[in-house]
């Protein structure tokens, strides 16, 4: 349980959101979040979703949040949670967010869902990246825009994972060496398709049900990237129906042999998670370089 304390940053956050007292009723700790602290806050005026950390770079990284969140929204696509309010209040950094309050999946959940994302992925750009940075995790993930999409993954995706990976002593230069081969030849293996504006983080943790039963996409870290690389962390973890994926090629296929690229794409997430949570996920990425040796 909360102290009075915390009671008091809660009804100090909704004081700057709406500029009026608004009494906290309830509160209830939501768990599943490795990084940040979530509650849920009940109020007369409604419920709301509130997360906060006293780091400071949370505050960097609850602005790009909201960022992405509100790029999503603007499509009207997908239900995304309204944005109500980010900064600081008493040293913490928040966001201040709309309550998702789920209900049962529809029968056809997975299959709006795989229409939905094919329809968001049709929105496009004319270089990959964005013109504003944000985070993967806890981790910083540079979005400077570059024409080529393949010059973009190595360049602003894999490089800059692997790299860290070298500095924090998790991995050493004969994996740098694979990476380095790997590379050149990524033109002769990956497609060249115009930029799709991704989620970013798209597993099955990101993806809620609201209120109707239908899908909520939830903590994107957001680019125009090749669609692939979305599609393909999708199956990384798992956590997706078939039916997701057979509605988002019936509305916008993907091109001939993609599950050929899938292990490819998904070594970004994979030196994201070396880089967040340790060595256990280097299996997976060297087995795909001993492929490509």
């Excluded at 609850?62 to 944005?83: C, M, Q, R, S, Y």
């Excluded at 600081?88 to 529809?106: H, M, P, T, V, W």
């Excluded at 293996?189 to 809620?208: C, F, K, R, T, Y």
């Amino acid at each position: 349980m909360f102290s009075a304390d915390y009671t008091s940053f809660f009804e100090s956050v909704l004081f700057e959101a709406f500029g009026k007292d608004i009494e906290v009723n309830k509160y209830q700790f939501l768990g599943g979040g490795c990084i940040n602290n979530a509650v849920k806050l009940e109020t007369e005026v409604g419920k709301f979703f509130l997360k906060w950390n006293d780091s400071k770079q949370s505050e960097e990284m609850f602005e790009a949040e909201a960022h992405g969140l509100n790029l999503l929204a603007d499509k009207g696509l997908i239900t995304i949670p309204h944005v109500i309010k980010y900064g600081c209040n008493d040293g913490k950094a928040y966001l201040l967010l709309e309550f998702i309050q789920s209900a049962y999946r529809q029968k056809h959940y997975w299959k709006s869902l795989g229409e939905q994302l094919a329809e968001l992925h049709r929105n496009t750009h004319g270089s990959f990246g964005l013109h504003f940075n944000n985070f993967i995790g806890a981790l910083p993930q540079s979005n400077e825009c570059m024409p080529s999409w393949i010059d973009f993954f190595v360049e602003k995706r894999l490089k800059v994972q692997a790299g860290l990976a070298y500095y924090n002593g998790l991995v050493g230069k004969d994996l740098l060496k694979k990476f380095e081969r790997l590379y050149e030849k990524l033109p002769s293996i990956l497609p060249e398709e115009q930029p799709a504006l991704l989620h970013g983080d798209l597993w099955s943790g990101n993806v809620m049900v609201n209120s109707e039963g239908l899908p909520c996409l939830i903590d994107p870290a957001v680019y125009y990237g090749n669609r692939e690389i979305e599609l393909a962390f999708t199956q990384l973890f798992g956590g997706f129906d078939d039916d997701f994926y057979q509605a988002y090629q019936a509305t916008f296929p993907l091109l001939p042999d993609f599950d050929e690229r899938i292990e490819i794409y998904n070594l970004y997430p994979l030196l994201v998670h070396v880089n967040l949570f340790g060595r256990s996920y280097l299996s997976g990425v060297e087995r795909v370089l001993k492929r490509y040796e």
